[in-house]
């Protein structure tokens, strides 16, 4: 192992990178501002999270209301209560495709475009004016103008010189953003695992039309006609979540490449060890680069991740996802549902384009 490490070390560009992406005073001063948004944002991830995870269904009382007789007092009855408990997980499905719009905004209007920024004078000068902006629009809410301000700073700095060691200048946000990663792909496997979820709307939007018959006319619908429908199709994407985020990022190659960046250099710092004894960051880079390789795949509509004209090192992600993780690092709890996730999560993992060595890896 210790020789595999060397050998790491004598080539990857990060060799003598000095990691502090916990400390944003160390890392990127300039940054603080995006950082704070970062950490507002993720105390509702944390809350996102946490509703799902403690996620109630309504299996039993939709049951007992399918199995009444049509149009009898015991299936309005039935129908009344499943709808009580059906109602309030409605508006829970709402929410979180709202917040996955929010969280999707943010990370192509504001994150990932920072992390370009290459960390020299005039571009500190242009981070602190971003800074500033980030005060100016403490409730995180994006303009067209935030939009254009954007689109006028990629095109400016351009993305064809960062790198990693670029993107690891904002080490702090990247951080940031490997949780926010994370938690997408938390919330994905919980979502995955939780079929009664789509069960709940489907009753729920089935049920609109009858919500003007007395026995529920008095209830108070959590989502309108109007909205019912696209909570229903974000919920029947497997990984509505990162779903939703590869669609914004499939709107701006600039930013898909950025994520490509991060994801790439999650893989070296676990490859370089850069984290030491820190397990609990092992992990976090371990699932960020996941994560960001999923997206990454769903966004690049051209060739997705796969491909060898992808700028993900797939190969190399897939290898140490199956083998290299536990042979460094000795931890195969960290690796679970990780292998499923690229299998079965991508867009196009069966492509005829993906290499082979990758598609036997993942078979094994």
């Excluded at 897939?318 to 079965?344: C, P, R, S, W």
Aim: aromatic share 8%.
């Amino acid at each position: 192992m210790r020789l595999a490490l060397f050998a790491l070390f004598a080539t990857n560009e990060l060799k003598n990178f000095e990691l502090n992406w916990k400390d944003i005073e160390k890392s990127h001063p300039a940054d603080a501002s995006l950082y704070a948004e970062c950490r507002k944002l993720l105390q509702i991830c944390d809350e996102i999270q946490e509703s799902i995870d403690d996620y109630s269904g309504a299996k039993a009382e939709i049951t007992q209301a399918m199995k009444a007789q049509l149009n009898s007092d015991e299936q309005k009855e039935a129908t009344r209560t499943a709808m009580q408990k059906v109602i309030p997980n409605a508006a829970l499905a709402q929410s979180w495709m709202q917040f996955a719009q929010k969280l999707s905004r943010f990370l192509v209007k504001r994150l990932l475009p920072r992390l370009c920024l290459i960390d020299d004078e005039s571009s500190a000068a242009r981070a602190s004016a971003y800074a500033q902006d980030d005060v100016e629009n403490e409730d995180i809410d994006y303009d067209d103008g935030d939009e254009e301000k954007k689109q006028s700073q990629m095109a400016e700095e351009g993305t064809d010189a960062v790198s990693e060691l670029t993107i690891l200048t904002h080490q702090a946000l990247v951080r940031e953003l490997a949780l926010m990663l994370d938690f997408l792909l938390s919330f994905d496997q919980k979502k995955m695992m939780e079929p009664q979820i789509q069960n709940d709307f489907s009753f729920y939007k089935r049920s609109m039309s009858k919500q003007s018959e007395a026995h529920l006319s008095d209830l108070e619908w959590s989502v309108s006609n109007e909205k019912a429908g696209f909570v229903s199709m974000f919920l029947a994407q497997a990984i509505p979540l990162q779903k939703e985020v590869a669609t914004q990022l499939a709107m701006d190659p600039a930013c898909l490449k950025i994520l490509a960046i991060v994801c790439n250099a999650c893989l070296d710092l676990l490859k370089e060890n850069k984290f030491g004894k820190d397990g609990d960051s092992q992990r976090l880079a371990l699932r960020a680069m996941t994560a960001a390789f999923v997206i990454y795949d769903h966004g690049n509509t051209e060739c997705g991740a796969f491909s060898r004209r992808s700028m993900t090192k797939a190969t190399k992600i897939v290898a140490l996802i199956t083998k290299d993780y536990e042979q460094l690092y000795g931890n195969k709890e960290h690796l679970a549902g990780l292998a499923n996730m690229i299998k079965f999560a991508t867009a196009n993992f069966n492509d005829k384009d993906t290499p082979a060595s990758i598609k036997n890896a993942l078979e094994d």
